[in-house]
């Protein structure tokens, strides 16, 4: 007493020592009780809930750490402490004294924190031992997560196509902690965005340049979430924009087939040009042909001497003064392209006479 340390110890207390107690001195030749200080003791038949607490602010992303401490009034026998947690996590335990001396049990849980975790529960279950059974104690707290907006859409009402001059409403909605504080809306114009209006709603009267893409984009203070685009369509111009698509393949299929016929008609003249040029009937042809080989009239042809070798004759002709006339056909050739075709012709022997030829601008001829 003298020291001012005195301990009292209660084993196997029950809800009836629940009352007020004062200090009692009985010594002989003292017997005295101090009814100035007393200490009012209250016996329950459950444990205290123990405390949670969170290390700083809770945002998406970054590792977060939280405490639960349960008193431990028999230190020999201390609390456990488990966690329910929506994600996984690493724990820590261990017993610490307090500053009024008595002990407590304190386990720290780390996790890495995502948007999907905000409004869950977190418990933390304190298992006391009571003589040959347990008592259990807990305390829940809903998770507060920090993260930039998510889940950003975009509708348009009404949804379907809107006459020209009709009212239509845009509204942009999102998920954010904190809230969202600003709305922004956009509208696709020549491949390239154009904001057109700020906040979560939209109201426009509908014009002919108002049809087209639209989205969002909401932001607070940790970022910022777009929308996927939504279309405004305006009645009339689905079906205009139907009728000119059409309209385009048809043109497209037109124009092929005329480009592919003006091909086969080319082709077909320069095949039946070329069949008439070879064409040994030089008087039914537009382009005469080369008889070399073709005797005069009542004259027999010579025969090549055997071993007489075979002489090259080279010669020049012009063709200007040898200009038949013009079949329409062959009219239409050289209008259309001024084509140069040459002819090569082997002359065995001697060359006959000035043999007949009739030929058109633009062909020449090397006789070998």
């Not at 307090?98 to 720290?108: A, F, G, R, Y």
């Not at 940790?222 to 009339?236: D, P």
Request: proline share 7%.
């Amino acid at each position: 007493m003298s020291q001012k340390n005195c301990t009292t110890v209660f084993f196997n207390v029950t809800t009836s020592y629940t009352n007020i107690y004062y200090f009692r001195i009985e010594s002989q030749p003292f017997r005295a009780t101090d009814t100035g200080k007393s200490v009012d003791i209250v016996v329950k038949d459950w444990p205290s809930s123990p405390i949670l607490t969170v290390s700083g602010e809770v945002k998406e992303g970054t590792p977060v750490s939280l405490n639960c401490s349960a008193v431990a009034p028999c230190p020999e026998h201390p609390p456990e402490l488990t966690w329910t947690l929506p994600t996984q996590f690493t724990t820590e335990n261990q017993l610490q004294e307090n500053p009024d001396q008595t002990k407590s049990v304190l386990s720290t849980v780390t996790f890495t924190s995502s948007y999907l975790n905000h409004k869950m529960n977190i418990t933390c279950t304190a298992v006391y031992p009571v003589g040959a059974s347990n008592k259990t104690a807990e305390r829940n707290m809903m998770l507060n997560v920090s993260f930039s907006p998510k889940d950003t859409s975009a509708s348009i009402s009404p949804a379907g196509p809107v006459l020209v001059d009709s009212c239509v409403n845009l509204t942009c909605s999102s998920t954010a902690n904190p809230p969202v504080t600003n709305f922004t809306w956009f509208q696709i114009s020549g491949g390239k965005p154009i904001q057109v209006a700020s906040g979560q709603s939209y109201s426009l009267n509908v014009t002919v340049g108002d049809g087209g893409l639209y989205y969002c984009e909401a932001r607070n203070s940790h970022g910022c979430g777009k929308s996927k685009e939504v279309q405004l369509a305006i009645k009339g111009q689905e079906t205009s924009m139907a009728f000119g698509i059409a309209a385009g393949t048809l043109g497209a299929f037109l124009l092929i087939s005329l480009i592919s016929l003006f091909v086969w008609r080319r082709n077909s003249r320069l095949h039946d040009g070329l069949e008439r040029t070879d064409s040994p009937q030089g008087q039914n042809s537009p382009v005469g042909t080369v008889c070399a080989d073709q005797a005069t009239a009542g004259e027999k042809p010579e025969e090549p001497a055997e071993d007489q070798p075979e002489e090259i004759h080279y010669g020049d002709i012009d063709f200007s003064k040898l200009r038949t006339k013009e079949t329409p056909a062959a009219a239409q050739d050289r209008v259309q392209g001024q084509e140069s075709e040459y002819a090569e012709v082997n002359v065995t022997g001697r060359m006959a006479q000035e043999p007949p030829l009739n030929y058109l601008d633009g062909l020449y001829a090397q006789v070998s």
